[in-house]
């Protein structure tokens, strides 16, 4: 893949071309260092896939995606849709996103016509206090405000579960672009990441991502993501999460599946 297609701004990366009535195609990657392809950037461009074959007047309400095989920055990604039903109130995609003709992830979304206000809104705010200023970092094309810092204690790894992002570039006006931003920006850090059990290791590869999208936002107003953990059992940790708005209302409320390991007893911990 030549350079100019590897993005250099949010905006970039989330473009597609539509190649067939159905069939769209990444128009850039973003360059992860030589790991594979960053996760929250194929579901975002999935969940465009699928909405510009929707009604205008629909919006995605939830997405419930699987990393099936690790993505390369050397080849285009190819997008599918499934229109499966648009119904009165309801549209349902399904979405695969292939490389050389393989399925490196796949989704199922469902859009509507939002009409209503919240009526509740009791997602866990865990009210972390802090005495030192956030780390700053950039990754992924996002900017970071770190409250939880990444940082490394023996050969354990600790990665940030609470943070302010903004997207790097300016970003379009059009609903889609920021909400796609917002997706992209869910799938960074983990809900494991300050976790110091000792008999749990740091978290692998991301197996399954869902988004419920409960109010529209501007992402570059700068979204806070809060991340937790809530079980580790068979090798998989589950965490829930969720962004919200510089006013603190519910944007996204998030849980996803990661590879996670149990630590083995070194001899000497065991004696």
Request: glycine share 8%; proline share 6%.
């Amino acid at each position: 893949m030549s350079e100019h297609s590897v993005a250099q701004t949010l905006e970039q990366a989330l473009q597609i071309v539509q190649v067939g009535e159905d069939d769209f195609q990444s128009v850039s990657l973003v360059d992860t260092g030589g790991y594979p392809l960053y996760g929250g950037q194929i579901l975002a461009l999935a969940l465009r896939a699928a909405a510009m074959t929707i009604e205008p007047d629909r919006r995605p309400h939830s997405l419930h995606g699987y990393f099936l095989r690790a993505g390369r920055l050397d080849a285009p990604v190819t997008l599918h849709v499934d229109r499966d039903r648009d119904g009165r109130s309801f549209s349902a995609r399904r979405v695969v996103a292939l490389q050389d003709d393989k399925v490196i992830f796949s989704m199922v979304t469902s859009f509507t016509r939002g009409t209503g206000d919240f009526v509740l809104d009791a997602a866990p705010r865990l009210g972390r206090t802090y005495t030192e200023p956030p780390d700053k970092h950039r990754m992924l094309l996002l900017d970071l405000c770190e409250f939880t810092p990444r940082r490394q204690q023996g050969d354990r790894f600790f990665f940030p579960d609470h943070a302010e992002i903004l997207p790097v570039g300016p970003l379009s006006d059009d609903w889609l672009t920021h909400t796609c931003a917002i997706a992209y920006m869910s799938d960074i850090g983990t809900g494991f990441g300050q976790l110091a059990d000792p008999g749990i290791a740091s978290t692998e590869s991301s197996v399954s991502h869902s988004i419920w999208f409960h109010a529209p936002a501007r992402a570059d107003d700068g979204m806070t993501l809060e991340m937790w953990p809530s079980s580790a059992a068979s090798g998989l940790g589950l965490y829930s999460g969720s962004v919200r708005d510089a006013a603190g209302n519910l944007v996204l409320a998030i849980a996803q599946e990661q590879l996670i390991r149990s630590r083995r007893p070194t001899p000497d911990a065991a004696a």
